[in-house]
């Protein structure tokens, strides 16, 4: 079981999502990720807007039972210039930057949306290429954002552009179901939803992965897990400055 890439797939799925009218001008979420309750690591994440722009950073490391034999300190950081009105916005820059164990990977994109293309870069490799890209076309980061900004109805599925530094994917995010959970810093009503991951790296399908989302306009994920080979992983909200106080509780 490759722990540390499913901290890296959590570090990209665990981002706070705000529509455009209600965003925070500031922010920061803290997880811990457990596989089979065993705490493995911690991923933050940390939201700022400069002027139009959204500055997204996602960082991932592991505890320190985990760096005896498997380091792992990945960063994530995405920018978007934010829409006018209703339209959410979209990608400018995307930078992915992996260290696990001896696994290196530094890539990043810049979009174009008015040719709709996007140059990519491996900086590691020193290779670069130039594919084309929709007009709802989001990077790892950004894509979050913008789903979580629609109307999630339990049954339907909706589907996305993801470019991910090698490939254009159409994903699929499946709407489950409503359900109440505790966690360590309440208890929540929640939409749960799975996105049918198909890309290489951070977006591979490890398994059956379900995202738990606050059921209101905020849509905060409070919990993701996945089941795996042997056991689950599991994240969980436990602390950061990101509660509104607009954010519905459960009763």
Known sequence: MKISALLSFFALLILSA???????PNEKLVYDVSWTGIKAGVTTQELNTKGNELHIVTTT???PWLDTFFRVEDRAESVV????????GFPKYFRNKISEGSHRRLKEAR??????????????????RVD????????????VYYVRTLDLVPGRSLFVDIYDCKK??????????????????GHFKTIVVQPMMKADGFFARTGEVKVWLTDDALKIPVM???KVKIGKIKAVLTGGSYWPQAATKAD
């Open 18 to 24: 705000l529509p455009a009218h209600a965003m925070s």
């Open 61 to 63: 490391r592991s505890t």
């Open 81 to 88: 210039v934010r829409g006018s009105g209703d339209r959410f």
């Open 111 to 128: 979009f174009d949306q008015q040719k709709l293309k996007v140059e990519s870069k491996d900086l590691l490799h020193k290779t670069q």
């Open 132 to 143: 084309d890209i929709s007009a709802t076309t989001y990077d790892p980061l950004s894509i």
């Open 168 to 185: 254009l994917w159409n994903t699929e995010v499946k709407v489950l179901k409503r359900e109440e959970i505790d966690t360590p810093v």
């Open 224 to 226: 993701v897990s996945t």
